[in-house]
């Protein structure tokens, strides 16, 4: 089993910036994809961005140039650093896990708000 705990989530104004972190704890192998998502009120959970254990990366379009993904494989850990934040980036972030012999695993989800 594998546990996701993220953090870093709040209130930030336009323009600001924020840094999301996801610790996994478990049975973690050394092969696998972390990664975010998120999902605004009425609307579908979305693909934010994706890296993988080779370190390839994959952003959507909305976030590229300003969201970063990077991980510290010690630690099992996955961070989402956010730049030039707008408002319709206010959502509930969740981080997630894929690795073979496993559903994916998901956080509970944090709460970010961009508004002045």
């Known amino acids: 089993q594998v546990q996701l705990v993220e953090s870093g989530g709040g209130l930030v104004q336009p323009g600001g910036s924020l840094r999301l972190s996801c610790a996994a704890s478990?049975?973690?192998?050394?092969?696998?994809?972390m990664g975010w998502y998120r999902q605004a009120p009425g609307k579908q959970r979305d693909l934010v961005a994706i890296?993988?254990?080779?370190?390839?990366?994959t952003y959507a379009d909305s976030v590229k140039g300003r969201f970063i993904i990077s991980r510290d494989a010690a630690k099992n850990t996955v961070y989402l650093q956010m730049n030039s934040l707008k408002p319709d980036d206010t959502a509930v972030y969740y981080c997630y896990l894929d690795q073979r012999y496993q559903t994916r695993s998901w956080g509970q989800g944090t709460q970010v708000t961009v508004s002045s």
């Open positions: 890296i993988t254990s080779s370190g390839s990366l």
């Open positions: 478990g049975i973690i192998f050394s092969i696998n994809t």
